[in-house]
Every structure is written in structure tokens, then in C-alpha cells.
């Protein structure tokens, strides 16, 4: 069975996270303005992404925290590589 897909929002900081699975020990790559990519240390596959000052960029009231019953594979579409330098 696939990770469950999380999703949390922190209102005060306005910052949206998104998680495959519960949250660990993650390395991290910028990948544009305020979106980061996060990746298992072990096999650098991408387990989330967080994107910072949310309400800015989405006219959405998100709640404090919700969750969401999907099975989600995240995958690049370009390598790892590749988005640091886009």
C-alpha cells in the first residue's frame, strides 16, 4: 500500500506542506521563488514539497490542517538536477 498523502498549513507562518507519508528527516532543494523540493537523504526520491507565503501566491483560505485520502507518487518531471538551475 502507497504513503498517505499529507497536507498542512500554517496560517500564522503561511506556509503550505505536503508529504508523502509522516513528515522525517528530509534534505531540501530550492527549486523556485518560495517552493521547496524535499528529498529522502538515502535515495533522493522527492517525499514532499513545502511552498512558502502560500496565500500570496494562491487566493485561497486554506484551513489549519487538512487531510486527504489520495495515493500520490511524486515525480519531476525533469531530474533533481536540472530544477535547481531552472
Given at each position: 500500500m502507497g504513503?498517505?498523502?499529507?497536507?498542512?498549513?500554517?496560517?500564522?507562518?503561511?506556509?503550505?506542506?505536503?508529504?508523502?507519508?509522516?513528515?522525517e528527516y528530509?534534505?531540501?532543494?530550492?527549486?523556485?521563488?518560495?517552493?521547496?523540493?524535499?528529498?529522502?537523504?538515502?535515495?533522493?526520491?522527492?517525499?514532499?514539497?513545502?511552498?512558502?507565503?502560500?496565500?500570496?501566491?494562491?487566493?485561497?483560505?486554506?484551513?489549519?490542517?487538512?487531510?486527504?485520502?489520495?495515493?500520490?507518487?511524486?515525480?519531476?518531471?525533469?531530474?533533481?538536477?536540472?530544477?535547481?538551475?531552472?
Amino acid at each position: 500500500m502507497g504513503k498517505e498523502l499529507k497536507i498542512s498549513y500554517d496560517k500564522e507562518a503561511d506556509v503550505l506542506y505536503v508529504s508523502l507519508g509522516h513528515p522525517e528527516y528530509t534534505i531540501y532543494t530550492e527549486i523556485g521563488p518560495d517552493l521547496i523540493l524535499r528529498l529522502d537523504p538515502e535515495t533522493h526520491e522527492v517525499v514532499g514539497f513545502t511552498i512558502i507565503d502560500f496565500a500570496q501566491h494562491f487566493a485561497y483560505n486554506a484551513p489549519s490542517s487538512l487531510q486527504i485520502p489520495l495515493t500520490a507518487t511524486f515525480s519531476p518531471l525533469r531530474p533533481v538536477e536540472e530544477l535547481k538551475t531552472a
